[in-house]
């Protein structure tokens, strides 16, 4: 049997705090029990799967994480079901959401994407999440660029060592 009695549970005690290793490793046989981790703090996922509807139950992590979690991974989708809308759209040749070049158009229906543009929400998922998910609440914006040092140019003639000693090989 996998599971304590319910008579020797504390009252506040998850039932799958009480299942044993051998039900653990039974029920990720059977797609039941998904561990995501090394083992010791590990994430749980229990997933409950009907004919229509899935019931997911996550332990391990905090109600404000799961949100951002899930809010990540709609903007993911959000964001791919846009550019298939304006790829679709560029080849049936109807009007899109942006005004794009040529390349761009070319890119956009070779790849999918234009790699110079990201998509950003329109109106924010954190006051408004059931528009998290909408492709129609995305739009393309150029992505900024960047200004790090790390693309800087070197002057001519400046000297390449900043150590004394090493001025010789420099």
Request: proline share 4%; with cysteine.
């Amino acid at each position: 049997m996998c599971r304590r009695p319910a008579s020797s549970m504390h009252p506040y005690e998850s039932e799958n705090a009480s299942l044993s290793s051998s039900c653990q490793g039974r029920d990720k046989r059977k797609g039941l029990l998904n561990e995501n981790g090394s083992g010791s703090s590990s994430l749980i996922d229990v997933k409950i799967h009907g004919t229509s509807y899935v019931v997911n139950l996550r332990y391990g992590t905090t109600a404000e994480k799961e949100k951002q979690r899930l809010l990540h991974h709609a903007k993911a989708t959000a964001i791919r079901k846009a550019w298939h809308r304006e790829r679709e759209a560029l080849k049936a040749n109807t009007p899109t959401t942006n005004e794009w070049m040529v390349a761009e158009q070319d890119e956009i229906l070779k790849v999918g994407v234009a790699s110079n543009y990201e998509g950003e929400y329109i109106h924010d998922a954190q006051i408004y999440p059931e528009l998290a998910e909408d492709p129609y609440n995305i739009r393309f914006v150029k992505k900024a660029v960047d200004t790090s040092s790390k693309k800087r140019r070197r002057r001519r003639g400046a000297p390449s060592c900043k150590l004394w000693w090493l001025d010789k090989f420099c």
